[in-house]
């Protein structure tokens, strides 16, 4: 059974969901931007995002930090974090529009990687082009273009990927603007973890609230 939420609800639980497993706010904001971002197309952006947030839980952060030290991205750990890395690609982006190809060592769900490198795109009014295994994925300024196989778009991990500027001569896909069906089961878990950001009820904060005694009318 599915449920539909509208996109700001992706947005908002997914960031909270980020927060919960001890992502900072900066990174959780880009989260829930890169789950919003993937399920204005269609594609499993929260899904794929509480799946990766799982993997993080309970990690130390720094572990995912990409060493770009010599010319291929990796982390200390076993892969990349595609949202730690996503997020430094965005502030590297100039690399890419000056003809730099950004080379990633093992990268999990490559997929969310892409959804932060288009909105990079977005915000420099260019194409910037994603590629791992069979499939290539070219974010345009308001739009996508999927090229190969389309399979690979859900892999939970890959040996390498790419990032560079580029144009795609194949059909522009524009973002919807409709509610997007999540999985009763998945929304659940997402639900659990943006709860989890909420700070327990004190008898102090149950004191507070409301209007109070006096009325100044």
């Not at 590629?131 to 890959?158: M, P, Q, T, Y």
């Amino acid at each position: 059974m599915k449920d539909k939420y509208t996109l700001a609800e992706i947005e908002s639980y997914l960031r909270k969901a980020a927060q919960a497993v001890g992502l900072d706010w900066g990174i959780a904001e880009e989260a829930g931007k890169s789950a919003r971002w993937l399920a204005a197309f269609g594609l499993p952006g929260p899904e794929l995002m509480l799946a990766q947030l799982q993997q993080l839980e309970g990690k130390d952060y720094h572990d995912f930090i990409p060493d770009c030290s010599d010319g291929q991205w990796r982390a200390k750990s076993a892969c990349l974090c595609p949202i730690i890395t996503g997020a430094a690609l965005a502030d590297r982006a100039t690399a890419m529009l000056e003809g730099g190809v950004i080379k990633l060592d093992r990268v999990a769900y490559p997929l969310l990687l892409a959804a932060t490198v288009g909105q990079a795109a977005h915000y420099h009014r260019t194409v910037f082009t994603t590629k791992w295994a069979g499939v290539s994925v070219h974010c345009f300024e308001n739009g996508l273009s999927v090229e190969g196989n389309r399979d690979d778009l859900l892999i939970s991990e890959v040996d390498s990927a790419t990032c560079r500027q580029g144009q795609a001569s194949i059909s522009l896909q524009i973002p919807s603007t409709l509610a997007y069906a999540v999985e009763t089961q998945i929304w659940a878990k997402i639900d659990r973890l943006a709860f989890r950001t909420y700070a327990p009820a004190t008898a102090e904060s149950r004191a507070g609230a409301g209007a109070g005694m006096i009325d100044n009318d």
